[in-house]
């Protein structure tokens, strides 16, 4: 049956751009907290609910550093051995209620099925994504680490998000992403031998950008927040 309700948008050359009856938009709320030293700490942030996919990233940049160990429940962030440092929290969700700050955006509503685009939330797109080898290429010759160059770079300030896969398996270590706020570059990424020295590998990649919405084409759906500033585009 066809769809009765949704927004439906296309581009130049017929294709679906956004569809709220079948794609529920992935926004991502950044929050940063700072560690006190203290063994346990916990911090209130109403943006995690049930539903939420929670990220901790360190917020060094050009360097491997070891996130603490953390665990979310509804409303609250648990870090245990934060140290001193200070940690960016990415919370990934597919709307729900809106805090309070959230005053532009659009939402739509299909069934059990919601979108919401606001000015609080930042929509991650796929921006570029490859492969690259990593292991052992024959007696005495490794791919120790690899360095990774963007085909552009990432101008958020939020650091991007790195996803990586491969066919079969993978050991790998030492990530972390190159460039600085405004300017991400690429990311670095070694092998890991202490499964097995003899081990080889594709890693596949993505790049999930928080900068890269606007599009020149003519056809689609744009939304902006208070300040002007093109937050989502079709």
Request: charged content about 15%; aromatic content about 12%.
């Amino acid at each position: 049956m066809a769809a009765q309700y949704g927004f439906r948008t296309k581009d130049a050359s017929g294709a679906v751009t956004l569809d709220t009856t079948t794609v529920s938009i992935r926004s991502i709320k950044t929050v940063t907290v700072k560690g006190n030293g203290a063994w346990d700490q916990y911090f209130n942030i109403p943006e995690i609910t049930e539903g939420s996919f929670v990220v901790m990233a360190t917020s060094a940049t050009g360097q491997y550093a070891s996130t603490p160990d953390a665990w979310w429940t509804p409303g609250q962030l648990h870090l245990r051995r934060a140290g001193t440092g200070t940690w960016q929290v990415l919370i990934m969700s597919f709307g729900g209620s809106p805090p309070s700050g959230v005053r532009y955006g659009i939402r739509t509503l299909n069934n059990d099925l919601g979108t919401q685009i606001d000015n609080e939330n930042r929509v991650l797109t796929v921006s570029s994504s490859g492969s690259f080898f990593l292991g052992r290429r024959g007696p005495g010759n490794y791919v120790m680490s690899q360095n990774i160059a963007f085909p552009a770079k990432v101008t958020s300030q939020e650091k991007p998000l790195i996803f990586l896969n491969s066919d079969d398996f993978m050991m790998v270590s030492g990530f972390y992403v190159l460039g600085s706020p405004g300017n991400w570059t690429g990311f670095h990424l070694d092998f890991w031998a202490g499964y097995n020295a003899n081990a080889a590998f594709t890693v596949k990649w993505m790049c999930g950008d928080f900068s890269r919405l606007i599009s020149a084409s003519g056809y689609g759906v744009r939304v902006r927040d208070e300040n002007g500033r093109v937050i989502f585009s079709s």
